[in-house]
């Protein structure tokens, strides 16, 4: 009325409504069978006497394919012959009796496809999929599956829960999640808007599972034997007989070869011959200031060598070529063993 201008304020205005958290199921909560239990109702469902107008084998189909594919039970009684294509092995339900208000088209599994085909050879298109003698599937569906639970001696209740026929819906999320199926792909199958309604409600935990996810965990105790092993211990213990630290052989290196010096026809010196005695450094008296000059004292410079003192004037040897031809060094010095007559040099040929 405020909204449409026919009253200044509203009288409802100071009022304030409760928060009422909705329980669903809270009359009768759902539970679900273990597998062994499931195959054994249907089994004895089979052979059960005709109950509620459906005959113990159709009661077997009605269910079989509630819990493969969670349809409810008011889809299901909406379902005709024609509602199934079994070229594509498919159900399909009318939008109008879905809770979602829109068509829903199921997958069915092939050998319970196939025993839908046979059960309805012969029958109209437009004749009710179930309900036997009744002019629709009735409406005391978990009054029928109690009886069947009697016959199978499986409790209805357990601890205060229920197994009723849309707990058959339950048994579908939680075949589900048992199979390994994708959280996303249950919620597709299982229509559900919120994936939390589909892995928190709809999906429970049956005998045996939980010891079996942690007996799948990986094995931490083969750790270790698996980092031996990679060490090449063979699964053995560092210390153990057969891995004790092995000695290293020295790699000996091969002597140079002796390559031909490009100055003179003789091949450069192996540089053990340098000494008698191997590995004794030679120890070279050098030149005061580093730099050549024609003062006596500063140009001439002494070889320790065991072979004496290396002739003045001449150029000191180089490390590893002790056979090269020497240079006579031109610095105006005076050398004894060097005599000149009428200008020429004469170069006794000892020193060489």
Known sequence: ???????????????????????????????????????RLLEVMKSAPKRFGMSGYERYLLCRLTAETGLRAKELRSLKVSSFDFSSLTVSVSA????????????????TAEELREFFAGKLPNVKAFGGTYKQLTDKTSKMIEADLADADIPYVVDGLYFGFHALRHQTGTLLAASGVHPKVAQKIMRHSDINLTLSRYSHILTGQEADAVASLPDLSSLQGNKNVATGTDGRGANAPGNEAK????KLTPLLTPTAYSACNKLAADVSSLSPKAGKVKVRKHMSGGKLSSNRHRMSSSDNDEKGIRPAGFEPATFGLGNRCSILLSYERFNPNILQYNGLLHVPSTLF
Not at 9 to 38: A, F, G, N, W
Not at 96 to 111: F, H, I
Not at 247 to 250: A, G, Q
């Open 1 to 39: 009325m405020v909204q449409d201008g026919r009253a200044a304020e509203s009288p409802l205005e100071h009022l304030r409504c409760k928060t009422v958290r909705k329980v669903i199921d809270e009359v009768h909560p759902r539970r679900v069978l273990e597998i062994d239990e499931l195959r």
């Open 96 to 111: 109008t009796y879905t809770k979602n208000k829109g068509e829903a088209v199921q997958s069915l599994r092939p050998d």
């Open 247 to 250: 000695p290293l052989t020295p």
